[in-house]
């Protein structure tokens, strides 16, 4: 039997303008994970899957179809392998649609899942591509900073380029930081808000270029804070990314409400992550404050609170 795993991501910040070719930062939580047991099965029994919180199980031979076959079959075909007798059972503790990568990470652990099931050790490179070629199809154009950060498992700093492969950077996080982690409750689809979005910026592009430049400006000086352990700049930079975020159309009620209860909790600074219009919101806080903007994020509304701990880290990969 074979376990494997990837973890959640959160957006530190930049999500959105990362699509644009503009930088953004991302951050692994390795306490919430998928899982992907891989079982050997009787010769000639084919390639199964289980997804118990989905309800789902299929075939390989008889849903091609099927997202995660796919991507099964795009990691055959990487291997030069055909499908083995294998059950594969997927598992997560990332809420679906919510923001926190939960599509690239139950990616990540079938990939490798059926990789080393096959004898291959894939390093984050390869899984990050495989997945990449996945999530494409969820949402039509991924910048691909889940895929990346999630195969890495190290805070980057992520930036796609038009002619070149992305810029990939590990981040310097020179104090550890605590975040507190709301979620709305509400599912929202990437590629509703991407899709939005893309319509807005061509209806205008100028406005929208000059936002996402902002944004551009907030990451770079997010880098800043975190390699100098700065949290109230870092805090306040989570604010101003925020207001960003409201301008491009992308926050909801549900968040600006528990953005609102987070800050007035004592929080440095809170603003959404990820696709918007639902999923979660992240607010940092000073370790004895955490308790506090949680309590605040539930008597806001939230369905979910979890306090994440980022550790600090030296920036290599
Ligand atoms: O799918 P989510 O909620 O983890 O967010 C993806 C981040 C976006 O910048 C909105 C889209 C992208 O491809 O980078």
Same mark, same amino acid.
């Given at each position: 039997?074979?376990?494997?795993?990837?973890?959640?991501?959160?957006?530190?910040?930049?999500?959105?303008?990362?699509?644009?070719?503009?930088?953004?930062?991302?951050?692994?939580?390795?306490?919430?994970?998928?899982?992907?047991?891989?079982?050997?099965?009787?010769?000639?029994?084919?390639?199964?899957?289980?997804?118990?919180?989905?309800?789902?199980? +299929?075939?390989?031979?008889?849903?091609?179809?099927?997202?995660?076959?796919?991507?099964?079959?795009?990691?055959?075909?990487?291997?030069?392998?055909?499908?083995?007798?294998?059950?594969?059972?997927?598992?997560?503790?990332?809420?679906?649609?919510?923001?926190?990568?939960?599509?690239?990470?139950?990616?990540?652990?079938?990939?490798?899942?059926?990789?080393?099931?096959?004898?291959?050790?894939?390093?984050?490179?390869?899984?990050?591509?495989?997945?990449?070629?996945?999530?494409?199809?969820?949402?039509?154009?991924?910048?691909?900073?889940?895929?990346?950060?999630?195969?890495?498992?190290?805070?980057? +700093?992520?930036?796609?380029?038009?002619?070149?492969?992305?810029?990939?950077?590990?981040?310097?996080?020179?104090?550890?930081?605590?975040?507190?982690?709301?979620?709305?409750?509400?599912?929202?689809?990437?590629?509703?808000?991407?899709?939005?979005?893309?319509?807005? +910026?061509?209806?205008?592009?100028?406005?929208?270029?000059?936002?996402?430049?902002?944004?551009?400006?907030?990451?770079?000086?997010?880098?800043?804070?975190?390699?100098?352990?700065?949290?109230?700049?870092?805090?306040?930079?989570?604010?101003?990314?925020?207001?960003?975020?409201?301008?491009?159309?992308?926050?909801?009620?549900?968040?600006?409400?528990?953005?609102?209860?987070?800050?007035?909790?004592?929080?440095?600074?809170?603003?959404?992550?990820?696709?918007? +219009?639902?999923?979660?919101?992240?607010?940092?806080?000073?370790?004895?404050?955490?308790?506090?903007?949680?309590?605040?994020?539930?008597?806001?509304?939230?369905?979910?609170?979890?306090?994440?701990?980022?550790?600090?880290?030296?920036?290599?990969?």
């Amino acid at each position: 039997m074979i376990t494997t795993s990837a973890p959640a991501k959160i957006i530190l910040c930049g999500e959105h303008a990362v699509v644009y070719n503009r930088p953004a930062i991302a951050l692994p939580l390795g306490d919430v994970r998928a899982y992907a047991v891989a079982t050997p099965t009787a010769p000639g029994t084919g390639l199964h899957f289980v997804a118990p919180d989905l309800d789902e199980t +299929w075939s390989f031979s008889t849903h091609p179809q099927h997202p995660l076959s796919e991507l099964a079959a795009t990691v055959l075909e990487h291997l030069g392998a055909v499908a083995p007798d294998l059950s594969i059972t997927l598992r997560s503790d990332i809420p679906i649609a919510g923001g926190m990568g939960s599509g690239a990470a139950i990616g990540a652990a079938l990939v490798r899942a059926v990789a080393q099931a096959l004898g291959h050790n894939l390093p984050p490179a390869e899984v990050s591509a495989l997945v990449y070629a996945s999530e494409g199809r969820y949402h039509g154009t991924p910048s691909g900073i889940d895929n990346t950060v999630i195969a890495y498992e190290q805070a980057i +700093w992520f930036q796609r380029r038009p002619d070149a492969p992305p810029l990939i950077a590990p981040i310097h996080v020179a104090t550890p930081l605590t975040l507190v982690i709301g979620d709305t409750g509400v599912r929202s689809a990437t590629h509703r808000p991407v899709g939005a979005l893309r319509k807005r +910026w061509q209806a205008d592009p100028p406005t929208y270029e000059a936002r996402f430049d902002a944004v551009a400006d907030v990451a770079t000086q997010a880098r800043a804070a975190l390699a100098a352990g700065d949290l109230a700049a870092l805090g306040q930079i989570m604010n101003t990314n925020q207001t960003l975020l409201e301008e491009l159309g992308i926050s909801s009620p549900e968040l600006d409400r528990l953005v609102q209860a987070a800050r007035q909790a004592g929080a440095l600074g809170a603003k959404l992550s990820g696709a918007g +219009w639902g999923g979660v919101m992240i607010a940092l806080a000073h370790s004895n404050q955490c308790q506090q903007v949680a309590d605040a994020l539930h008597a806001a509304g939230a369905s979910r609170v979890r306090v994440a701990l980022v550790p600090a880290c030296a920036g290599e990969i």
